[in-house]
């Protein structure tokens, strides 16, 4: 299936564009989904959010303009842009979260490079077509985030920010005693008191998914949680080409009995945990330590990632305990930057930061809802809480 280009007959012929980007030169080019995900299967930066199979079940009423970069012809990054159209046909909006990537975050002019694909970004969208282009960066793994000041100095503007921005990614690359001495003194207590009860730990295929939408359906009808997750997409990624994208199973067991799963994105630099699942014997089990243990160590194993992105809380105290025991002291708590807009006209910004408050005024009263509905759903954990042991 070739990308639906209905919002933009084609980009501009390709260009290349060097203003507050040093010396560095990039063409760009427009290419099919499948093309696209073939081709980020390589990067250090392929993340779940820019692939074409996720982001045309997700967000099936946005254009999806996956666009690559060269330098000499060869690839040195890309990003999916989903390109909204506003109502009443005042314009556009177009959107890239955790982009750009890059193929090699080694590279010398790394920064440099990342700086000329905004420059191709800002001539394409915010300059030839008059859209708001808006820029959501990934958490850095240390502070400054060098990225989104990048694009503050480049004359991006602070837009919406997430309620509790902070990711808990653990640093992969220690052996098992440094793992072990990493974790908070509780999170070590817990894991300990689980390694005595009896698990086993399984790395499942595919085929085993039905098992796991079980373990999930239940999890999610015993908590009464409204579910706002892309949950509806795995079954097409955990069968999708390339299979360097595809994410990875896992389940833990008591006796005979699924006690806990978990579904982890493991291509790139940073593996990601997406979904996970547990019985009501998870908790005086503590299968949830014992599960992310293993999960911990397989990544170390067998994928080429140095860190494993625990996500965020959703403004939960407990699970902000339980992942900040984890990062412990050889891993990191980071902030998602706000997005980042930028336009050439002022109609275009006004309008898009007012199809960007819509969205936020939507989101909140949800919330509200939701808590209404469920008091348990309601956030408990202060924005940036001070943390205790």
Not at 36 to 44: L, N, S, V
Not at 62 to 75: A, L, Y
Not at 146 to 165: H, N, T, V
Request: charged share 25%; aromatic share 10%; with cysteine.
């Amino acid at each position: 299936m070739s990308v639906s280009t209905e919002a933009a007959p084609s980009l501009a012929p390709s260009a290349a564009y060097s203003r507050a980007a040093g010396a560095v030169r990039l063409t760009h080019e427009l290419v099919t989904g499948e093309a696209w995900d073939e081709i980020i299967a390589g990067f250090d930066e392929a993340c779940q959010e820019q692939m074409h199979v996720f982001a045309q079940s997700r967000w099936p009423g946005v254009v999806q303009e996956p666009v690559v970069f060269r330098r000499n012809g060869e690839v040195v990054g890309g990003t999916m842009v989903m390109v909204q159209r506003l109502p009443l046909g005042v314009g556009a909006i177009a959107i890239t979260k955790w982009g750009p990537m890059l193929r090699d975050t080694a590279a010398p002019d790394a920064d440099e490079l990342h700086d000329a694909m905004i420059e191709c970004l800002i001539g394409e969208y915010a300059e030839r077509r008059r859209m708001m282009l808006s820029v959501l960066p990934r958490a850095a793994l240390f502070s400054p985030n060098r990225r989104y000041d990048a694009l503050i100095r480049r004359g991006f503007r602070p837009g919406s920010e997430l309620l509790f921005p902070d990711r808990y990614i653990v640093n992969l690359r220690l052996d098992d005693d440094g793992l072990r001495k990493s974790f908070h003194q509780k999170w070590r207590y817990h894991l300990n008191k689980s390694l005595k009860q009896g698990l086993d730990f399984e790395h499942a295929t595919a085929e085993r998914m039905e098992d796991f939408h079980m373990l999930y359906n239940a999890m999610t009808d015993r908590k009464q949680f409204p579910d706002h997750s892309a949950y509806g997409t795995v079954d097409e990624l955990m069968t999708m080409d390339p299979e360097a994208l595809r994410p990875e199973l896992f389940f833990v067991r008591k006796d005979e009995a699924l006690v806990a799963g978990a579904i982890i994105f493991k291509a790139g630099d940073r593996a990601v945990y997406l979904y996970g699942a547990t019985s009501d014997q998870a908790l005086p089990l503590r299968a949830g330590y014992f599960l992310h243990w293993h999960i911990i160590r397989w990544l170390r194993d067998n994928t080429c990632a140095d860190w494993y992105d625990l996500g965020g809380t959703d403004g939960f105290q407990g699970l902000h305990q339980f992942k900040k025991g984890m990062v412990g002291t050889a891993g990191v708590i980071q902030p998602v930057p706000p997005v980042a807009n930028y336009a050439a006209s002022r109609f275009a910004y006004l309008t898009g930061l007012g199809a960007f408050a819509a969205r936020d005024a939507f989101h909140q009263v949800r919330r509200h809802v939701d808590g209404w509905r469920n008091p348990k759903a309601r956030p408990d954990q202060e924005r940036r809480a001070g943390d205790t042991e």
